[in-house]
């Protein structure tokens, strides 16, 4: 049994690969934006409806001096203000990319290891199109 596929889904291995690679970009791009630098690596992963980012060497200037203090709980509170501050624009691109609405967002970061970052993101199955967005649940962008 096949289970049907978003036209955005990869449906081969170099189909696939393109996908991955954009929404890898992507985050890359956002965490430049967001926190000035971007990661020195990023893998995507997607395995049926949840897709995962894993990005590597996250940490601004600042957040190591946080980790040299001790200062752990309080960053890992800060990031995720900011992650969480910025549903709509991690959620984004990856709607548009794969065709799919984003049903849960998570995002998790491991101070100990170089700010080693996991986005996780939840899609809606492809046969709910009209499924409601987790961008929906954010709170209007002020005008």
């Not at 601004?60 to 501050?85: K, S």
């Amino acid at each position: 049994m096949s289970a049907a596929r978003s036209p955005q889904e990869p449906g081969n291995r170099e189909e696939g690969s393109s996908v991955l690679t954009e929404l890898s970009n992507e985050m890359v791009r956002l965490f430049k934006h967001q926190f000035g630098r971007g990661p020195t690596t990023a893998r995507t992963s997607w395995t049926g409806d949840v897709i995962t980012v894993v990005l590597e060497n996250t940490l601004t200037p600042a957040e190591r001096n946080l980790v040299r203090m001790g200062e752990h709980q309080r960053l890992r509170d800060t990031r995720m203000f900011f992650q969480h501050a910025s549903v709509r624009e991690f959620c984004e691109p990856v709607e548009r990319i794969t065709g799919r609405k984003v049903r849960a967002y998570t995002s998790g970061i491991d101070t100990e290891i170089d700010g080693l970052s996991v986005e996780t993101f939840v899609l809606h199955p492809a046969e709910a199109p009209n499924a409601r967005s987790r961008i929906e649940f954010v709170e209007p962008m002020p005008e």
